[in-house]
């Protein structure tokens, strides 16, 4: 049976936190919690957002606009866009593209696991990337225009880097005009990688725990899975399952 998606419909109206979050030692103590967050709500991912932690709402807020007609960031988007740099600088989560083009936070707790998870990834890096990896680990944390400028490496090296979870984010660095600039290091630079066992299973169980239930699509799509893999994972994390309207849904026991 094809697999369908349901996280528009099941997560519309969910809160992650009662009390919005208002310091990044208690964003960190959240994501401890929950393992695995996306940085801003998703119409398709399932996952618990901090933007929905820090604002007690899926309803994502951007800016606000001056009397002089120019726009600055609301309150709660000034925290989550300061605490998602706090935190990995911290040592506090792992941050950045690890699943998709969307910016994820993940547990310490958990660092390992989605390092193994990503083995598959790793092994399909080119020679380029793995040139890439060796000008980072000679130069350490660097900027998209710094292994521009080093190796002609441009951000969809980067982002694919991040997704092997060879790189992550790890420091901001001040720019001469503009936004601070994201720097990049190692994974295993910054963080102990130890052997864990069935990562897939691991992970489905954290995402599922937040969720409560979901379909394989809504796990493929929080982690960056194919079905089949995701419906693997639930399976051998002991869901069960719930068949509604000919969609297969899955349940912690």
């Given at each position: 049976m094809k697999a369908r998606s349901r996280?528009?419909?099941?997560?519309?109206?969910?809160?992650?936190?009662?009390t919005p979050l208002r310091s990044s030692s208690a964003a960190a103590?959240?994501?401890?919690?929950?393992?695995?967050?996306?940085?801003?709500?998703?119409?398709e991912v399932v996952l618990p957002s901090l933007w929905e932690a820090v604002a007690g709402t899926r309803e994502v807020t951007w800016?606000?606009?001056?009397?002089?007609?120019?726009?600055?960031?609301?309150?709660?988007?000034?925290?989550?866009?300061?605490?998602k740099d706090e935190l990995p600088a911290k040592g506090l989560a792992l941050v950045g593209k690890h699943f998709g083009p969307r910016a994820s936070l993940v547990a310490p707790r958990l660092v390992s696991h989605v390092v193994a998870a990503a083995a598959d990834r790793r092994a399909e890096l080119t020679e380029f990337d793995r040139h890439v990896e060796e000008v980072v680990r000679e130069h350490g944390p660097s900027t998209v225009p710094q292994l521009r400028a080093l190796c002609g490496a441009e951000k969809k090296h980067v982002d694919r880097l991040q997704r092997a979870l060879v790189l992550t984010n790890a420091e901001l660095v001040p720019q001469r005009q503009g936004w601070d600039a994201i720097a990049v290091d190692l994974v295993e630079r910054l963080w102990e990688v130890e052997p864990v066992g069935d990562a897939d299973a691991a992970l489905a169980r954290?995402?599922?725990?937040?969720?409560?239930?979901?379909?394989?699509?809504?796990?493929?799509?929080?982690?960056?899975?194919?079905?089949?893999?995701?419906?693997?994972?639930?399976?051998a994390a002991g869901a069960r399952e719930r068949r509604t309207d000919g969609l297969i849904l899955y349940l912690l026991v």
């Open positions: 996280a528009a419909s099941s997560s519309t109206s969910r809160s992650t936190t009662r103590t959240w994501l401890d919690r929950v393992g695995i967050a996306a940085l801003i709500p998703g119409p800016a606000n606009r001056r009397d002089d007609g120019t726009q600055e960031f609301t309150p709660e988007m000034a925290r989550c866009w300061r605490w954290e995402v599922l725990q937040s969720a409560r239930e979901l379909s394989a699509a809504d796990l493929g799509g929080a982690l960056g899975w194919r079905v089949k893999r995701a419906r693997e994972a639930l399976e």
